[in-house]
């Protein structure tokens, strides 16, 4: 079974629209719609933002649905040069707002967690290139925060993008060891003087693409 989660409508609704044979089950307040797209077993869920209802959107696909592959779909802000309507793929996962260094131990890190996440995306990466696409790899930072400022960015990893979800699936999948992938389109850039306009004017767009997207990559799982 394949887990999907997006933050917010527009990055589910084209895969909810193309679910066959649909289901809707509703477990606490969030309601998960079960089928099938590309001959594949898919549940989807809107997690709503931030980085608790991600965490248990993934653990309610995990022990629930029983998912072996969760996909993180949606929109984020880029680090220059990345430009907006660009295609990430996220191979490392850092929290930005998690600072227990008093106690030695890395910022980002929980404290007896991993200091970050890692995913091998391969198959991701060659769904892409069957597709012709464009993409960009790196680390996402996660917090409850929208960064406009890289000051705000406290870590030293160097970052493609932040957003405000997909660490804390791939947090949860390392516990129940399930394959994890997180796709991004750039809804704006990080900094730069049009940021919020771009990201008014393009969050419904890039939600819509990386949703299609994801759609189209589900072939090739």
Do not use: W
């Not at 419904?204 to 799982?221: G, P, W």
């Amino acid at each position: 079974m394949i887990g999907i989660i997006g933050a917010l409508p527009y990055e589910v609704n084209t895969l909810i629209e193309n679910l066959d044979n649909k289901e809707e089950k509703e477990i606490g307040t969030l309601n998960f719609y079960k089928g099938i797209i590309h001959s594949k077993d898919v549940v989807v869920v809107k997690s709503k933002v931030g980085k608790v209802n991600a965490a248990i959107a993934t653990t309610i696909l995990a022990l629930v649905y029983k998912c072996d592959i969760i996909i993180s779909t949606g929109i984020a802000g880029g680090v220059k040069p990345l430009k907006t309507k660009d295609v990430v793929l996220i191979n490392k996962f850092i929290y930005g707002d998690v600072d227990a260094s008093l106690f030695g131990y890395s910022f980002g890190q929980v404290p007896d967690e991993e200091p970050y996440f890692l995913t091998n995306p391969k198959a991701i990466e060659l769904a892409c290139r069957k597709l012709n696409l464009n993409y960009h790899l790196g680390t996402a930072l996660t917090q409850d925060k929208f960064i406009t400022q890289m000051k705000d960015v406290k870590i030293k990893d160097p970052i493609i993008v932040t957003e405000m979800e997909s660490t804390a699936i791939a947090h949860v999948c390392d516990h129940f060891k399930i394959a994890c992938y997180a796709i991004r389109f750039v809804s704006d850039v990080i900094q730069s003087n049009s940021q919020i306009n771009n990201y008014n004017k393009f969050e419904e767009e890039a939600s819509i693409l990386s949703a299609s997207l994801t759609m189209n990559i589900i072939n090739y799982l």
